[in-house]
């Protein structure tokens, strides 16, 4: 599911699509053609100078006005617009880096309520590792604060799920706007697939062992196995109605507790520890 045009602008990416997975992987370079998006290689490792708009961006305090401009000024990226989210899909020019960013706005008070960034390396390094991260940061309504709970567990293992959730209908959102490039919206598809897989994955673990769900909070998060990326950790927080989701898998898993390059006000919760529960 690597999503975003990046895994789909090389011809033939790894054929080893016994496993479900990485035939996902695999199905997104040869889905999404070759009309590649391209531009310079990533800076630093695990695409942290990709994600400066995501992390400058805020959550209930930025506005339309403070997004957009950060976003549209990378034109080398291909763009989709609903008329409350807008996502920005890259690739680099060797076709082994892909990455989006998307906000979602609220639809009278124009702040962000939604924003998420996504990066697959193909090739990390000298080697042919694969590493993959995704973070995002939601807003929750009083509806989705207030629900009874069992106990404090199956409150964060719903938290999760409501994030996977809303991301999904966000994309699909995108998807249905005519505004929106088809074939970008099916990048963002691909990547949709990858996501759901890993919280799929890791939902499953903690519903046989439910207290796993207690250490999403802990700085080194909950640990679980891929069939692609063979080792992944996620942590989450809830702070002030914002729910704040972390993934590294592959090459990134060791990078999990340590601090963004990206500077700016949200960098502060890299950890999930930094920021509380």
């Known amino acids: 599911m690597l999503a975003t045009e990046s895994m789909v602008t090389r011809p ?15 199905g997104v370079c040869v889905f999404c053609g070759c009309s590649g998006v ?14 400066a708009t995501y992390y400058s961006t805020r959550v209930n305090k930025s506005l ?3 997004v957009l401009p950060r976003i549209e000024a990378h034109p080398q990226e291909l763009l989709s617009r609903s008329e409350n989210i807008v996502a920005s899909v890259g690739q680099s020019k060797d076709g082994y ?35 993959m991260r995704f973070d995002c940061e939601i807003a ?14 199956a409150r964060r293992i719903a938290m999760l799920r409501h994030a996977l959730a809303t991301l999904r209908a966000d994309i699909d959102e995108l998807r249905r706007a005519p505004e929106a490039p088809g074939q970008n919206n099916q990048k963002l598809n691909i990547c949709a697939m990858l996501i759901k897989q ?17 250490r999403l909070h802990e700085p080194a998060g909950v640990e ?11 942590g989450m927080v809830v702070e002030d109605d914002v729910a704040r989701v972390k993934v590294r ?3 990134f898993v060791n990078s999990f507790e340590e601090p963004p390059v990206a500077p700016g006000p949200t960098a502060a919760p890299t950890s999930p520890a930094n920021a509380g529960e």
């Open 64 to 66: 339309t006005l403070d």
């Open 198 to 214: 890993v919280f799929d994955t890791v939902l499953r673990k903690m519903e046989g062992s439910p207290v796993l769900a207690s």
């Open 97 to 131: 880096k892909t990455w989006f960013t998307m906000v979602a706005f609220h639809e009278y008070t124009v702040a962000v309520i939604r924003k998420y960034f996504y990066y697959v390396d193909e090739k990390v390094g000298a080697g042919p590792r694969v590493g």
């Open 140 to 153: 929750l309504d009083n509806k989705t604060m207030q629900r009874p709970y069992t106990d404090q567990n």
């Open 38 to 51: 391209y531009i310079g290689a990533p800076k630093s490792p695990g695409g942290e100078d990709l994600a």
């Open 224 to 234: 679980f196995d891929h069939l692609t990326f063979n080792k992944g950790r996620i």
């Open 249 to 251: 898998l592959g090459a």
């Open 12 to 26: 033939k990416l790894k054929a080893s699509g016994a496993a479900v997975c990485l035939f996902v992987l695999v």
